[in-house]
């Protein structure tokens, strides 16, 4: 029988450029315990764990952090119950949100080597050297694909003004919170007025406009297929090569195939409407894409 994972938690290994081109990262003391361990909590009622982690970061490490790289997890017993606790790689952006209370009364930032020897648990360690050996990023992206439209058949307008319905609204603003998570600084979404729209609640939310690329576009009658992917895998890379933030909204005849090629190989990138992933760059190469 499979155990049942009674309590989710959510956190992060945050870091920061340290010396040399070397970068520090954060543990926090709790005095509760008498350990040393990386940043983390439980997730609220109907909270996503990317929420939970950068949530619990802000309380327990006094960092305001934009996720990067998703890092494994981890599940072990904790006061007779199985807990499993998502980690994300996060860069500190600022300060900001500390709870002060019994929790944590000491917060450490130190070269990831000494971090892992004052890490109270193995897991920590682990996490710390998984951490260590990704690769160095340089810029994200959330690229999400447009939310539910209703059906194609049943439209009488043009296919690209076809707008979302109720479903693909609830799943924009769902995906909003998520993509504000990252800290874009540009929001570009595909031509349809339904990928615009996906975007619009995080627009709102972040006070950022969506700018409209056709190289993101599905191909029409007559496209080559193969030609819209090199032009949505090529404004991607460029977007990465800025080294800017971004979140963007495309089709889905474009993102599997995109992806593919940001990644140099094969994989499972087919994206259900309204989901999408994080990606994370070193300069125009894609180094990890998690779903969101």
Request: hydrophobic share 40%.
């Amino acid at each position: 029988m499979t155990d049942v994972i009674e309590i989710r938690a959510a956190g992060g290994v945050v870091w920061r450029p340290g010396s040399y081109d070397d970068v520090q990262v954060c543990l926090v003391h709790r005095p509760r315990y008498g350990d040393w361990t990386l940043p983390k909590g439980k997730l609220e009622p109907g909270e996503h764990p990317l929420a939970a982690a950068v949530r619990e970061v802000a309380e327990e490490a006094d960092a305001r952090a934009a996720p990067e790289v998703r890092l494994p997890s981890v599940r072990y017993r904790s006061e007779g119950s199985l807990k499993e606790v998502d980690y994300w790689s996060m860069r500190a952006m600022g300060t900001g949100g500390f709870q002060p209370g019994t929790e944590v009364d000491a917060v450490r930032w130190l070269d990831v080597d000494d971090a892992v020897a004052l890490a109270s648990y193995p897991h920590d360690a682990e996490i710390l050297a998984a951490f260590a050996a990704l690769p160095r990023v340089t810029a994200t992206m959330v690229l999400v694909r447009h939310g539910h439209a209703g059906k194609r058949l049943t439209w009488s307008g043009p296919d690209t003004a076809r707008p979302l319905d109720d479903r693909g609204w609830s799943q924009a603003r769902a995906l909003a919170p998520l993509i504000a998570l990252t800290r874009p600084s540009r929001l570009l979404s595909a031509s349809p007025r339904r990928c615009v729209q996906t975007l619009d609640p995080a627009a709102e939310t972040l006070d950022l406009p969506i700018e409209i690329s056709g190289d993101l576009d599905e191909p029409l009658a007559g496209q080559q297929p193969d030609e819209r992917v090199l032009a949505a895998a090529a404004r991607m890379a460029a977007l990465a090569a800025s080294g800017e933030r971004t979140a963007v909204c495309s089709q889905g005849k474009v993102i599997p195939g995109a992806l593919e090629r940001l990644a140099g190989q094969d994989g499972d990138y087919d994206t259900d409407k309204g989901t999408g992933w994080l990606l994370a760059f070193s300069d125009d190469r894609l180094v990890a894409a998690d779903r969101l």
